[in-house]
């Protein structure tokens, strides 16, 4: 299934004119750890199977459904002979439009959706891979676009729950939950536009319009994680590409990052990928 690997990275090779793949694997074989830009989605026709992303295995039963964020380490390390669906999109796809942002940040890591998590957001996930596997092969013109449409919809509905449970945690009305929305996103904005830099916490305080003490407290529950986990994630994500670049040396892709100084680069670097820096970049080198 896995054509083109450099190292971990996958190159995944989509169709002319298309900007998502769908497997529908039968394969008996075990895949190695990899990485690539594309969101995967994965669920099992026939039998279970057991993904691992970064240190956590995840054992998918029959027609639960695992989505896995691009640029997630992740193997296939068990043969299990079965049937499973794995679709796989370009991030870019998604993250390039404005209008759904939120609903790509709500994919900070990987989801195992099950009747235990929720009845109807387990229908709709497995209903859209079934939609997918049915459309995938129609050749009209709007196959395509009702698939991205089905995609989106799936994120749309698994933001919705994160946002409920976080409305949940926090006790917030609905017009509470609106304006955390707001503020946040525009906390995400400028993390984005402003990894590379120094990031103080005056400053998205300022940005959210909140006292630090508040904004911090908030940020945490809201997002289920710290601002300063979200900015490291975010420089991760940065060095991970350019780590790609054979003419960048690891002190380079640490500078351009954001991060201040290399020991702190690799410390955070294996807490998320869960390889260093420089067995990434030669496992790269490598093939």
Same mark, same amino acid.
């Given at each position: 299934m896995i054509k083109h690997l450099s190292g971990d990275f996958e190159t995944v090779e989509y169709d002319s004119k298309r900007s998502f793949l769908l497997h529908d694997n039968h394969e008996y074989e075990t895949y190695p750890i990899h990485w690539h830009d594309a969101v995967e989605v994965i669920m099992p026709l026939e039998n279970h199977?057991?993904?691992?992303?970064? @240190?956590?295995?995840? @054992?998918? %039963? $029959?027609?639960?459904? /695992?989505?896995?964020?691009?640029? *997630?380490?992740?193997?296939?390390p068990q043969l299990i %002979?079965?049937?499973?669906?794995?679709?796989?999109? #370009?991030? +870019?796809? /998604? +993250?390039? $439009?404005?209008?759904?942002e939120s609903i790509v940040r709500g994919l900070s890591a990987p989801i195992l959706i099950n009747k235990e998590m929720n009845k109807e957001l387990h229908s709709l996930a497995k209903k859209t891979l079934l939609d997918i596997?049915?459309?995938?092969?129609?050749?009209? *013109?709007?196959? @395509?676009?009702? &698939?991205?449409?089905?995609?989106?919809?799936?994120l749309t509905a698994v933001r919705e729950?994160?946002? *409920?449970? +976080?409305k949940q945690l926090l006790d917030l009305d609905d017009i509470k939950l609106d304006e955390y929305s707001e503020k946040f996103n525009a906390v995400m904005k400028y993390i984005d536009a402003n990894y590379?830099? #120094?990031?103080? /916490?005056?400053?998205?305080? #300022?940005?959210?319009?909140?006292?630090?003490?508040?904004? +911090?407290? &908030?940020?945490?529950?809201?997002?289920?994680?710290?601002?300063?986990?979200? &900015?490291?994630?975010?420089?991760?994500?940065?060095? *991970?590409?350019?780590? /790609? #670049?054979p003419d960048l040396s690891i002190t380079d892709v640490a500078m351009q990052s954001g991060f201040k100084s290399l020991t702190t680069f690799n410390r955070i670097f294996k807490e998320i990928k869960h390889c260093t820096p420089t067995d990434f970049k030669k496992l790269f080198a490598a093939h």
């Amino acid at each position: 299934m896995i054509k083109h690997l450099s190292g971990d990275f996958e190159t995944v090779e989509y169709d002319s004119k298309r900007s998502f793949l769908l497997h529908d694997n039968h394969e008996y074989e075990t895949y190695p750890i990899h990485w690539h830009d594309a969101v995967e989605v994965i669920m099992p026709l026939e039998n279970h199977y057991v993904v691992t992303v970064g @240190d956590v295995d995840f @054992d998918i %039963p $029959v027609n639960d459904v /695992l989505i896995i964020p691009s640029g *997630e380490l992740h193997k296939m390390p068990q043969l299990i %002979p079965g049937r499973r669906l794995i679709f796989q999109c #370009d991030n +870019s796809a /998604l +993250s390039g $439009v404005a209008a759904i942002e939120s609903i790509v940040r709500g994919l900070s890591a990987p989801i195992l959706i099950n009747k235990e998590m929720n009845k109807e957001l387990h229908s709709l996930a497995k209903k859209t891979l079934l939609d997918i596997l049915s459309l995938n092969n129609k050749k009209n *013109e709007l196959a @395509d676009v009702k &698939i991205y449409i089905s995609l989106v919809n799936l994120l749309t509905a698994v933001r919705e729950y994160q946002l *409920e449970k +976080s409305k949940q945690l926090l006790d917030l009305d609905d017009i509470k939950l609106d304006e955390y929305s707001e503020k946040f996103n525009a906390v995400m904005k400028y993390i984005d536009a402003n990894y590379m830099y #120094d990031i103080s /916490l005056d400053r998205l305080a #300022d940005v959210a319009g909140y006292s630090k003490y508040h904004f +911090s407290r &908030i940020f945490k529950q809201y997002n289920s994680m710290s601002y300063l986990q979200y &900015i490291n994630a975010r420089r991760t994500k940065a060095a *991970e590409h350019l780590l /790609l #670049d054979p003419d960048l040396s690891i002190t380079d892709v640490a500078m351009q990052s954001g991060f201040k100084s290399l020991t702190t680069f690799n410390r955070i670097f294996k807490e998320i990928k869960h390889c260093t820096p420089t067995d990434f970049k030669k496992l790269f080198a490598a093939h």
